[in-house]
């Protein structure tokens, strides 16, 4: 008995809470700190994240980066998020409704605006005689994160308190920025033109933050760095960026060319779309 612990104690183990980068949640070897701001920024508005309870556990969630990178955001976890849910989420919704501040739903789909357009009517709202002001009111800001899937959910569940015809908000969506690769495809995506939620969080706070190319690139640099980790380990995502024909990968069986996963169980595969060059 005395010689087995001799043996354990020379083993190197190191104890699961330090595995992981305290800052960015990821394994030391594939730590992404390096490509993140040397102190997390702050934001001029209010931002809530909405995360599904199953997201925490998956590897590749990207809202760690968001939490790496920014200072002052919420996130709140569950499945539905009425108004007893979260007093922070509360008080947003109850200061759009007073005129406090401008809400704006990040949920694409029909209904969506694009943010840039709600903005610019906002400003033009506030000052109907210059059509170039720059004046904006105080904005808050919902997302939700999790899968297809389960954002629907959470959506379908949460949101008619926050948008009319019984709430304040403007349901928005934003497209990929040009410096946001093609190749940061980690999950299958439902349709061409979806994004990870960190990218989401970067498009929508680039155009809403005074400073929001600084925070959009930090948001993305740290994103394209675990992009190019995972393509090291991910046949599917090197084929993709070698442009060959689409092939689905799934972590746990091969399907052929001709057969997708259901949408549903996007957050098992891995895609790759041929590259626009």
């Not at 989420?89 to 401008?102: F, H, I, M, P, S």
Request: charged share 30%.
């Amino acid at each position: 008995m005395d010689e087995f612990q001799d043996v354990l104690a020379a083993c190197d183990f190191a104890p699961p809470e330090t595995r992981d980068c305290s800052r960015c949640n990821r394994p030391k070897r594939v730590c992404l700190c390096s490509c993140l701001p040397a102190e997390r920024l702050r934001l001029e508005g209010r931002f809530i994240l909405l995360q599904h309870p199953f997201e925490e556990r998956r590897r590749l969630a990207t809202v760690p980066i968001a939490s790496a990178a920014l200072e002052n955001f919420e996130i709140i976890k569950g499945r539905s998020f009425g108004p007893q849910k979260s007093e922070a989420l509360r008080q947003l919704v109850e200061d759009a409704q007073k005129g406090l501040c401008v809400l704006y739903v990040l949920f694409p789909g029909p209904g969506a605006v694009p943010l840039a357009q709600a903005i610019e009517e906002q400003k033009r709202k506030l000052d109907p005689g210059n059509e170039s002001s720059d004046q904006m009111k105080d904005y808050g800001l919902i997302v939700i994160d999790g899968t297809w899937k389960e954002a629907k959910e959470i959506f379908k569940a949460s949101s008619s308190w926050w948008l009319p015809p019984h709430g304040p908000g403007i349901r928005v969506e934003v497209s990929k920025h040009s410096s946001t690769r093609r190749e940061g495809v980690l999950r299958m995506e439902p349709w061409e033109g979806c994004m990870s939620t960190v990218e989401a969080i970067a498009g929508a706070l680039r155009l809403l933050e005074s400073y929001g190319q600084r925070i959009h690139d930090a948001l993305v640099t740290p994103f394209h760095k675990m992009v190019d980790i995972q393509c090291q380990h991910n046949e599917a995502l090197v084929a993709r960026r070698n442009g060959d024909m689409p092939v689905v990968v799934s972590t746990k069986k091969r399907l052929g060319t001709g057969a997708l996963p259901k949408t549903e169980d996007c957050e098992d595969f891995f895609v790759r779309v041929r590259s626009d060059g």
